[in-house]
């Protein structure tokens, strides 16, 4: 008990000496940390430059018919980069960007926007995804960027989608029809309605045929308005597509931040050292 109680002191005495010898010496801490900075900064650069181009997507959002958001694998960012970083969409953007599938390996990602804090669920569904390429040369950059934008956006369109899109559609052009149709009737009611020669009884009956027509046209007429906002709404909102096509920038291979502060650690951790290896030598040099 007694040994363990001197062990325990004697590292305390250590750790208390270290302490005070990187304060005594502080100068040399110092000058680790900046020499692990200069250091840091330099490896950065050693890297040399690269083009990075980044595609900005926004995910579909599906509905269903009661108007509620459906939550589907489609709109889940994690699939997004799975889908990006799979052989099959590396194979087509290296062949749209005509560079082999090896150059693209290792050199996409992607990162989710939010665009809200809220945690409900149409939030959750409310994000953009940034895919990022990182190539030799910007053209390819872009090329490659914009094409996996272009696969996202073709990739997680459901088919429901797809068919409630087009069932808009065909309920729009049926709706444009029965409008055509009843505007000629109403046009010739109008005109039969105001013959000179028509009797009173003719002339109820006319109205009343008139007055129905016009119901009928303003009740199809609203149906037709809210068909086309439906439409519009799935194909801004259900539908997948890119925010910003990718424009490459030239930008350092290695990050400069993180290079840095690795370094500065570094150097910080490699200065304390020395500043407590000159300190122990100084002491036993030093005359009893």
């Known amino acids: ?80 980069e799975k889908l990006v970083t799979s052989e099959s969409a590396l194979k087509r953007a290296a062949k749209a960007a005509g560079i082999g599938i090896g150059a693209l390996r290792g050199h996409v990602s992607t990162q989710t926007v939010a665009t809200g804090a809220s945690s409900s669920t149409a939030s959750r569904g409310a994000v953009l995804i940034e895919i990022t390429v990182q190539l030799h040369k910007p053209r390819h950059a872009e090329d490659a960027a914009n094409a996996l934008g272009r696969i996202v956006v073709g990739d997680t369109t459901s088919k429901y989608v797809r ?81 910003e096509p990718a424009v490459a920038h030239k930008t350092t291979a290695r990050s400069r931040r993180n290079s840095i502060l690795v370094g500065a650690l570094i150097g910080l951790i490699a200065g304390a050292i020395v500043a407590i290896v000159v300190d122990t030598r100084a002491r036993h040099t030093r005359p009893a």
């Open 1 to 80: 008990m007694s040994a363990a109680n001197d062990l325990g002191a004697e590292r305390e005495i250590d750790l208390g000496r270290w302490k005070q010898a990187a304060i005594d010496r502080w100068w040399i801490v110092a000058a680790g940390l900046l020499a692990g900075i200069v250091v840091g900064a330099l490896y950065s650069l050693s890297g040399g430059s690269v083009y990075q181009a980044s595609a900005l997507i926004a995910p579909g959002q599906p509905f269903s018919p009661q108007g509620s958001p459906v939550l589907s694998y489609q709109s889940s960012p994690r699939a997004i």
């Open 163 to 243: 068919q409630s899109i087009d069932g808009f559609t065909v309920k729009i052009t049926n709706y444009q029809a029965q409008l055509s149709i009843l505007k000629q009737r109403i046009d010739e009611l109008t005109k039969d309605v105001n013959a000179p020669s028509l009797n009173f009884t003719d002339k109820l009956l006319l109205v009343a045929s008139l007055d129905n027509a016009q119901t009928r046209f303003g009740t199809i007429s609203d149906n037709l308005s809210l068909a086309q906002q439906q439409q519009t709404l799935a194909q801004s909102v259900e539908l997948a597509q890119t925010i």
